[in-house]
């Protein structure tokens, strides 16, 4: 298990403490800091607030914003939603987990990419479509789909 500068919590707990109903700022800022919420933020947030560690890992594990795994360095959220749907995302996305070699929630050995099937991003007039960091693309096929992410790869 990675070790992680616990230090870098004890300004959030700080900032937060005794105010109720902070668990999810806390957690926020938690991830903001490591990029994920690591157990071992959980078990310091637990020592330092009171709060059990299964009321931590229960906020944690029910909102989608939160992640408690590492992710890649472009995080490829790919729209499952109706519009997405009915114009072939859902085989987009198959070809997305084919060509980078991971299912769902899933990081590439390298690093590079996790991939997520998100309910809807937003973008249903460009439907299919993807968000790579705060860009959309849309118009999606499977070959520009991969085209982009070889792009990503590539360095381009």
């Known amino acids: 298990m990675n070790k992680i500068d616990t230090s870098k919590l004890s300004p959030i707990i700080k900032k937060h403490a005794g105010k109720a109903g902070s668990l999810i700022s806390i957690l926020q800022e938690t991830q903001g800091v490591f990029g994920y919420i690591p157990v071992e933020a959980i078990e310091y947030i637990s020592k330092h607030t009171g709060l059990a560690i299964a009321k931590i ?19 490829i959220l790919f729209c499952l939603g109706t519009a997405c749907h009915v114009n072939k995302g859902k085989e987009i996305f198959g070809m997305l987990e084919n060509f980078l070699g991971i299912k769902d929630g899933e990081t ?39 085209e982009i992410v070889r792009g990503l790869k590539n360095g381009e």
């Open 57 to 75: 890992e229960g906020v944690a594990s029910f909102y989608s914003q939160f992640r408690t795994q590492p992710i890649g360095k472009y995080h």
């Open 108 to 146: 590439t050995n390298d690093g590079l990419f996790t991939l997520s099937g998100v309910a809807c991003i937003g973008c249903c007039s460009l439907a299919p479509a993807m968000m790579i960091g705060d860009k959309v693309y849309g118009g999606l096929t499977s070959e520009k789909a991969i």
